[in-house]
C-alpha cells in the first residue's frame, strides 16, 4: 500500500498512476458515483473496460461538510485505521478490504483511499433485518475484527483513536426534545421510560467504570455499512465506513448490532447462540467469557438509543429515515428492556 499525496478528486486519477497502485498495467479507466454519503464521496473506477474495479473514497466536494469532516478527525480515523490497524488484524483481511493507496493532508482536509471492490455484494436492509445467517457471519467477523487487538495498550494511547465522546448530556437532552416532539405519538410508554432514564442519567453512564477491557469500536456497525458478498465476491463480507472508529468499550460493537439488526423475535430466538459466535471469533487467547461478553453487551444496549436519538435530528428527514430511526428506537428500547440494561444506570 502506498500513502503518498492525496488525491482530491476522481478527475486527478491518471492510468500511470492506477497502474503504479493496483500494480498492474491499466490502459483505460472509468467512473462512476456511488453511495450517497456527505462527509465523503465515493466513486467505482472501472478498470480496462471492466476486466477490475477498485473503489475510490474521497473527501466531500463540498467547501463545508469537508471542514467539519476534517475538524471531527473523520478523515484522519479512516485513514489511519487502514495504514495503522488493518494490517494488524486477520491475517486474511477478515470483512476489511484490501487497501491500495491511502493518503491524507492534515492542513486541508483531503484525503483519499483506493480499495479492493467488494462486488458483486448486497447492503443489508436496516428495517427488514438480518437474516439468522447474516447476523451469524456478522457477529462472528465482528470477533475477528476486535479479537486481535483486544486491550492493546498501544492503541489505548493513540492519540488519534483517542478522542472525546462527541455527544453530551446537553446536546443529548436538546436533541431528545425535538425527537419527543417529532415522534411522540409513535413511541410507546415503555420505550419513552427509556429515552427519559437514559436521558437523565448520561453523564453518570458515560462516568461509570467499565470493567471489561477496551477494545477497537467501528461505531457504526449496522446493516446499512454491510456488504454481504454475492457468489463471486472476494469476502463474504465487508465492513465498510471506518470514519467513526475509536477506541472504547469492547462490546459498543456487538450491542449496536444486536439490537437492531435483527427483528425483536427472532434476536430473542438466537441471541444465546450469536453471543457464543462472537466469543468463539475472538479466538482461544481472549480475555472475555461469555458471560463477561453478555454482560458488556448488556452494558452497550444504551449506544443505540441514543444514536437512533441523535442520528434522526442531524440528518435531512425523509420518510424511509423517520421509519428507520423508529424501527431503531423501538428494537434498541426493548433490547435495553430484555437485558435489564436499566438497573446500570
Not at 500494480?23 to 458515483?33: A, G, L
Not at 467504570?209 to 455499512?225: A, F, I, K, S, T
Not at 437492531?260 to 457464543?276: F, G, K, N, S
Amino acid at each position: 500500500m502506498r500513502t503518498d499525496t492525496a488525491l482530491e478528486r476522481p478527475a486527478d486519477l491518471t492510468v500511470e498512476w492506477l497502474s503504479e497502485i493496483t500494480q498492474k498495467p491499466v490502459s483505460h479507466f472509468d467512473f462512476e458515483r456511488i453511495g450517497t454519503g456527505q462527509m465523503s464521496e465515493c466513486y467505482r473506477v472501472t478498470l480496462d473496460h471492466g476486466s477490475a474495479s477498485v473503489v475510490l473514497k474521497v473527501s466531500a466536494s463540498d467547501p463545508t461538510s469537508r471542514q467539519t469532516g476534517a475538524a471531527l478527525g473523520l478523515y484522519e480515523r479512516e485513514v489511519r485505521f487502514y495504514t495503522d490497524i488493518a494490517p494488524r488484524l486477520a491475517a486474511d483481511a477478515g470483512p476489511v478490504a484490501p487497501c491500495l493507496h491511502a493518503a491524507i493532508d492534515p492542513a486541508t482536509g483531503i484525503f483519499d483511499l483506493v480499495l479492493a471492490d467488494a462486488a458483486p455484494a448486497e447492503v443489508g436492509d436496516e428495517i427488514r433485518g438480518a437474516t439468522r445467517e447474516q447476523a451469524e457471519l456478522a457477529v462472528s467477523e465482528l470477533g475477528r475484527l476486535h479479537g486481535p487487538v483486544l486491550g492493546d495498550p498501544s492503541l489505548a494511547g493513540a492519540a488519534w483513536l483517542n478522542r472525546d465522546a462527541p455527544v453530551t448530556s446537553e446536546l443529548l437532552g436538546a436533541l431528545y426534545a425535538g425527537f419527543a416532539d417529532r415522534y411522540g405519538a409513535s413511541i410507546t410508554a415503555d420505550h419513552r421510560l427509556v429515552c427519559d432514564r437514559l436521558v437523565a442519567g448520561f453523564d453518570a453512564y458515560l462516568n461509570a467504570e467499565d470493567p471489561l477491557p477496551h477494545g477497537l469500536v467501528h461505531g457504526d456497525y449496522r446493516l446499512d455499512n454491510l456488504l454481504f458478498g454475492r457468489p463471486g465476491a472476494d469476502r463474504p463480507l465487508t465492513v465498510v465506513d471506518w470514519q467513526t472508529v475509536t477506541w472504547g468499550p469492547a462490546l459498543t460493537d456487538l450491542a449496536y448490532f444486536l439490537g437492531c439488526a435483527l427483528p425483536v423475535e427472532a434476536r430473542r430466538a438466537h441471541y444465546d447462540e450469536l453471543l457464543r459466535s462472537y466469543h468463539d471469533a475472538l479466538g482461544p487467547d481472549a480475555p472475555l467469557t461469555v458471560d463477561a461478553v453478555r454482560e458488556g453487551v448488556r452494558r452497550q444496549t444504551f449506544f443505540g438509543v441514543m444514536m437512533a436519538i441523535v442520528s434522526s435530528m442531524l440528518v435531512v428527514r425523509t420518510e424511509r429515515g423517520d421509519q428507520m430511526f423508529l424501527t431503531m428506537l423501538d428494537r434498541h428500547c426493548a433490547h435495553v428492556l430484555d437485558t435489564g440494561a436499566l438497573d446500570v444506570l
